[in-house]
């Protein structure tokens, strides 16, 4: 028959393998050096984890937090035309883009920049609150322009820019005008458009970099590389004004900064502007040029602190849910693996550690700020490590059933799940790095915590679980089988043995059967000795070490419950459509003022009375005045001003403390057109990633698979 035949194939195999590898025995690394340096591993943990701790102690104190949980500065920017034209919503959309662009060059994370009514733009920044320099640069229109001295029409100005009196020290005065001291700042000479001919504008701008104004100069300037077409103008225009050493004026908001005389031709297109800058002055001056010109003028309107979006309490149960999530898969694991709970229970906590250093020293560079976005992604990181976790111990003690060594099993089983792990980090470190480089606003934060948590994880298996296990399971482990949970295995693996023996097939491959009942068919044909093995494999007890589940043969059930949930899904979200937050569809904005003692739950309470119980309510102080910032999806101005006046009526106020202005959206277009890009580029990766590991098959289905999730988690929410 077929099974006989079938065995003494695996005989043939099982002797092949024999003779293979008793003609040829690998070379083995020496035990004491592979102890070496799994203890210095362990030694280089320890030294991280003191480090992160010295790092982010007291936490409150090192890890910036965000706008929701910290507030700032709040800024609205008016616009106003130049040239007395209408103010276009794609003039304000463009401007929001550039700000944003800007504050986050600043190192300004998580920080808000809508548009507000018809011509003004709102800007938050966390953690600030005198940001003189900041706001400077902000709003600064940016507009960059290089014009030949001999094209000026103003004679004056042309004279004094001619004698060098473009650029000096400013003065201030008292009320009275008597004294006059200098004011430490220099002041620009004014130009007025239409008075000059702009011979290469900041348009042309392609690279700003920071440099010396010369070798023994303390200041310094910036420098600008131009693009085809006025690299070109420039060189006539130098080439030109070389033999008469004729001047090129460098103009920026229609101040002279720089007025060099020209001593050759410049071909190449690298121009420096010098002015006298400071460091953070020449920074300042880089980060507008690159961000590009508004298209319109902006005057600061209002300046005033902010409290928190959500605040402290949300912090502290943001900090809660993450703790305990923490506690409950450090307990599952404890109850669950025993002994070998213990190692991943410290894993878990040393990546925490490690998490949290990172986190400090991201903060003291102002390249992090902590928001609940932020804290959703390292919830998600905690789990993630969990289940590398699970992973490791499982296949441990899953070739421990295999038949190998408890040593064996901890160099191959651990080096399995590691790899494995890695595997299906990076997958979704594509995913967090696309959200991180191509997405902005709360999103980009999302993807950094989520890739610094992956990062976290791959590190804690490498050096620090993967060496401990290698430590302990010669002596410590084996020792103590039923301590370290791994009795049941080595129980289960005399079993597989002897059914691996009755079916005439290696061990391993009796424990890892897919198909249980085929298995005992073909033992059971072997006579006494096969029924005797299934009997004893029916008979062990333990967790999880049952021949697999059937999933495949209930296939169509499983697809078939699959297809009709996201029918349902899909028709429900067809039929009532999304709930979209002010990010996404803007709403109103109301402002109250003098509001006392008022607090922010009294306030938010009154809100949920009057119908808005979604509002974002922020706490304000304006020279000293309290007040109240309350943002709401209302987009009916009549509405909300209907809200504001029953929230003012049930507060003691009156209409004359508040006022109502429209608002944007948190996310403009261009926010969520970057995060789409980054879902798109993170699925083509996705794809790209495990048709490289696997095959390409494989990353269509797992696309597919995260379609399906997708569509059931907006469905239900």
């Not at 077929?2 to 099982?14: G, T």
């Not at 002015?275 to 600061?300: D, I, K, M």
Request: with cysteine.
């Amino acid at each position: 028959g077929p099974w006989p035949a079938q065995r003494r194939a695996h005989e043939k195999l099982n002797e092949g393998e024999r003779h293979m590898a008793a003609t040829q025995k690998p070379k083995k690394k020496p035990a004491r050096s592979t102890d070496r340096r799994n203890i210095w591993l362990l030694i280089i943990t320890t030294l991280l984890v003191i480090g992160s701790v010295f790092a982010f102690t007291p936490p409150q104190e090192r890890i910036n937090q965000g706008l929701d949980i910290q507030g700032g500065l709040s800024v609205v920017l008016t616009a106003k035309s130049t040239d007395g034209a209408e103010i276009t919503p794609e003039e304000m959309e463009s401007s929001r883009a550039i700000i944003e662009s800007r504050v986050n060059a600043l190192g300004a994370s998580e920080a808000v920049v809508q548009v507000q009514g018809s011509d003004q733009i709102l800007v938050q920044i966390p953690g600030l609150t005198n940001t003189e320099d900041a706001l400077e640069t902000i709003g600064k229109t940016g507009k960059l322009e290089f014009a030949r001295l001999d094209s000026f029409t103003d004679n004056d100005v042309k004279k004094k820019i001619e004698e060098g009196q473009y650029a000096g020290e400013g003065t201030v005065s008292d009320d009275l005008g008597i004294l006059t001291l200098p004011s430490g700042e220099v002041q620009h000479l004014e130009v007025e458009d239409g008075t000059y001919t702009p011979l290469v504008s900041g348009a042309d701008i392609t690279k700003v970099t920071i440099g010396k104004e010369g070798e023994t100069s303390a200041n310094y300037a910036v420098l600008v590389n131009l693009d085809s077409e006025g690299a070109a103008a420039f060189a006539a225009a130098t080439k030109e004004l070389a033999p008469t050493k004729g001047r090129i004026v460098i103009i920026l908001d229609n101040e002279v900064q720089s007025a060099p005389a020209v001593q050759s031709e410049i071909p190449n297109g690298e121009v420096k502007i010098t002015g006298h800058y400071t460091l953070e002055e020449a920074q300042s001056l880089q980060t507008v040029l690159e961000s590009g010109s508004l298209p319109v003028s902006f005057e600061y309107a209002q300046s005033q602190t902010v409290g928190p979006t959500l605040g402290q309490d949300a912090l502290r149960s943001g900090v809660l849910v993450a703790l305990i999530g923490l506690a409950v898969v450090m307990l599952y694991l404890l109850f669950f693996y025993r002994g070998l709970g213990l190692i991943t229970a410290a894993a878990m906590g040393i990546f925490s550690v490690l998490y949290l250093g990172i986190l400090a020293v991201l903060s003291h560079f102002g390249l992090f700020s902590l928001s609940l976005a932020g804290i959703a992604g390292i919830v998600l990181t905690i789990g993630m490590a969990a289940d590398s976790s699970i992973l490791t111990m499982e296949r441990f003690r899953e070739e421990i059933r295999m038949g190998r060594s408890v040593r064996a099993a901890s160099i191959t089983g651990v080096k399995h799940a590691i790899v494995t792990s890695i595997d299906a980090d990076l997958v979704t470190l594509v995913s967090a790095l696309s959200l991180f480089f191509l997405a902005s606003a709360s999103v980009k934060g999302f993807g950094l915590t989520l890739a610094l948590g992956i990062f976290c994880d791959i590190a804690m298996m490498l050096i620090f679980k993967a060496p401990l296990i290698r430590l302990l399971a010669p002596k410590v482990i084996a020792k103590h089988p039923g301590f370290w949970g791994i009795k049941d295995s080595i129980d289960a693996s005399k079993g597989y043995a002897e059914l691996a023996a009755a079916e005439g097939v290696p061990e391993a491959e009796a424990a890892a059967q897919m198909n249980a009942a085929e298995t005992h068919v073909v033992a059971e044909g072997e006579g006494e000795p096969g029924s005797v093995a299934v009997t004893a494999v029916r008979k062990i007890r333990g967790r999880f070490i049952k021949h697999d589940i059937n999933f495949l043969g209930y296939r169509k059930v499983f697809l078939t419950v699959a297809v009709v949930a996201m029918v349902a899904c899909l028709a429900i979200v067809g039929i009532r459509g999304l709930n979209f937050g002010i990010e996404f569809v803007g709403g109103t904005s109301v402002a109250f003022h003098g509001t006392g003692d008022i607090t922010t739950e009294q306030m938010r309470e009154a809100m949920n009375d009057a119908g808005e119980p979604d509002a974002v309510i922020q706490t304000t102080e304006t020279g000293g005045e309290p007040g109240f910032l309350v943002r709401t999806t209302t987009t009916s101005a009549e509405d909300a001003t209907a809200h504001a006046n029953q929230v003012a009526e049930a507060l003691g106020m009156t209409a004359s403390d508040f006022e109502v202005t429209t608002i944007g959206p948190d996310w403009g277009a261009s926010v969520i057109q970057s995060s789409l890009i980054a879902f798109l580029v993170s699925i083509l990766l996705i794809i790209v990633y495990i048709a490289i590991r696997f095959e390409y098959k494989m990353g269509v289905m797992a696309i597919v698979a995260l379609f399906h999730d997708l569509i059931l988690v907006v469905g239900i929410y």
